[in-house]
Structure formats: C-alpha cells, structure tokens
C-alpha cells in the first residue's frame, strides 16, 4: 500500500498508522509492504509522487492531506483511496457525498464549522488588543474557507486581523518579517501540510520574533507553539487504518461512509508562554487537556 504525505513519516500522527495497522493484524515485512512518498512540505511535487504510487501498482493509497488528495485522485480511479487528513471532500470534488461517496475514494474529513473562530478567541484570550495575523499557505484548498470564518469572527469581535501568505520554506521567515513589521501579537497557523511539515521552523521564528503562535496540532504545541486547538491527527491516522483493512477484506471504497470525528484537544505550551513574557488565564489552563511545562 501507498501512503502521500506532505510532511515526514516521523511526524507524531504519521507514526500512527503503522502502529494502528499492527492492531489490525498488518506487519511490514510481513504480510504488508508500505511504499511511503514525502514532499517536504513541497506541494508541486504531489502530481509525480502520485504517479510513483500508481506506477508501483500498490493496493490501496493513503493521502494525508488535501492537495495530496487531488494529485492523487487525478492520477487514478481505480486503485483505492483512503483519506486520512483532508478537508471538505465534497466541497473539493472528491466525492458525490459523505454517506454514499461512490467511486475509488472513502476515509475521513477534517472538515468543521467552529475551529477557526475558536482559534481567534483563543488570540484573544492570551493578547486581547494585539494585532492577529493569519499565516496561510495559497496552495491549500482548505485556506479560503479558513481565513473567511476567522475574518468573519473577527467583524463581530471588533479584532484587527490580516493574512500573510508562505508556501516554501524560503518564504516562512519573510512572512514573520512582514508579522513583526505588521507590529502583530498572535499568528493564527491557518491548517495546512506543508505548515505541518516545517513546525518547528514555525515555532522557532514565533520566539524569534516574540509573535504567540496559535495552530492546529498537538504536535505544533509540543515543538514549541503556544497553543494547539483541533481534531487529533493521530486519532484520524489510526482511524483511516480501520479502513484500509476492509478494503483489503473486499468492502467497495465508494461504499463506505465518510467519517467527521469532532473530538477536539486543546493543548497549552506553558514553557513557551514564559519565554514570550506571557501570564495566562487560569481560566484557559484548567480548559486545556494538556498543558506541557
């Protein structure tokens, strides 16, 4: 089987899959050979990475993210596909619905409708007059819909918000440049693969240039942003395995419902709130489901 990920395998969530599929009665070397494609945070090189999967002829095809999803959908419609960390695949056009998505494609969707106001109350719990940058990657799908509820929320909350964009890793210090030029408090991480896969360059440069940086993953936190709140990655990574393996027991991709876990985790770095001088709420800390010292 193939697994298109934008970040390393390493990646705490990604380690999951493995372990989950052990679980589940599959060993590499064994009875299970996993054929991995990174892009390094580099969405153009999706399309071939897709093709390399095709090309090896692999069963099924795990995509952990969005633009991975269609560079893979483009490059087949037979071989399965399973997906693990996408948005809204019925916005995006991968499926004709989430119960009934037909076709070669079934797995899991990201998609919610309060995380990304949530993510501005939370900036404004921690700076309540700071200027909020939203820092978006262009090449996701997913960052529009984002950027307009935070934009949205923000009108209502009177917040003074504004969106910088990164897409490499070359571009990700002048987008704190401009943060700090733009005298911003909080950075909002808008969600994105290519941000997951350069975290601790983001967590670094939010020290550096004394900007609280607000993201998606308990993995952000425990590189060293100050806050995380969304879905658990990992739970998503161990539950796209539960369907790789009726797949491989004879279930129809197409016909398998599309699942929305709405957990969410919010997990507060407090060693990163001292070294930015930041005193929080109590009232947040007791709210958090994990806060790392």
Known sequence: MGYLTPGSPALGFHKEFPR?????GYEEGKNLAMVWRVAD????RFPALAAELVKQRVDIIVVSSTPGMSAVKQATATIPIVMALVGDPVKSGFVAS????????????????????????????VAPNARVALLANPNQQTAPWHIQNIENAAKKLGSDVFTVSAATPESIEPA????????????????????NANGKTLAQLSLKFRIAMIATTRNDAENGALISYGQDYGAFVRRAATYVDKIFKGARPGDLPIEQPTIMELVINRATAAKLGLVLPQELLLR??????
């Not at 945070?41 to 153009?44: A, L, M, V």
């Not at 998505?101 to 109350?121: F, H, I, Q, R, Y």
């Open 288 to 293: 958090a489901d994990r806060v790392i010292e």
């Open 98 to 125: 989430l119960a009934r998505p037909g076709g070669n494609v079934t797995g899991l969707s990201l998609a919610t409708t309060d995380t990304s106001a949530k993510w501005l109350e939370l900036a404004r719990a």
């Open 41 to 44: 945070g580099r969405y153009e």
């Open 20 to 24: 989950a599929m052990r679980e589940l």
């Open 176 to 195: 704190f440049t401009t943060m700090a030029r733009e005298r911003a408090g909080v950075v909002i991480v808008v969600p994105s693969g290519f941000f």
